[in-house]
């Protein structure tokens, strides 16, 4: 099996910043993509970001330009930078990764535990 573990989250007033980090363990062969989601109280899970296994990109239209994903391929780990956090980024946030366990097999989507974020003066 694979685990996730976050950590970062955390109470912060608007325009400030915080760092999410989210390292996965376990039986892994293969780690392809890796991403944060963010689910609010009342709202679905949202993408916030992604990046592949080569670095490339991908991030919601409300966090353009204040957060940035990257990862550490050789420590298995996946980070979110936020800055110029606002209220309505207020979510519990959820790291997932897609793993291959062993040569041949489909990867499987793991996530991690979530970690709330706050944002409030």
């Known amino acids: 099996q694979v685990q996730l573990v976050e950590s970062g989250g955390g109470l912060v007033q608007p325009g400030g910043s915080l760092k999410l980090s989210c390292t996965a363990a376990g039986r892994i062969f293969v780690i392809n993509a890796m991403g944060w989601y963010r689910q609010a109280p009342g709202k679905q899970r949202e993408l916030v970001a992604s990046?592949?296994?080569?670095?490339?990109?991908n991030y919601d239209d409300s966090v353009k330009g204040r957060f940035t994903i990257s990862r550490d391929n050789a420590k298995n780990t996946v980070y979110l930078q936020m800055n110029s956090l606002k209220p309505e980024d207020t979510a519990v946030y959820y790291c997932?990764?897609?793993?291959?366990?062993?040569?041949?097999?489909?990867?499987?989507?793991?996530w991690g535990q979530g970690t709330q974020v706050t944002v409030s003066s």
């Open positions: 990046i592949t296994s080569g670095g490339s990109t």
């Open positions: 997932h990764a897609d793993v291959e366990v062993s040569f041949l097999r489909p990867q499987t989507r793991y």
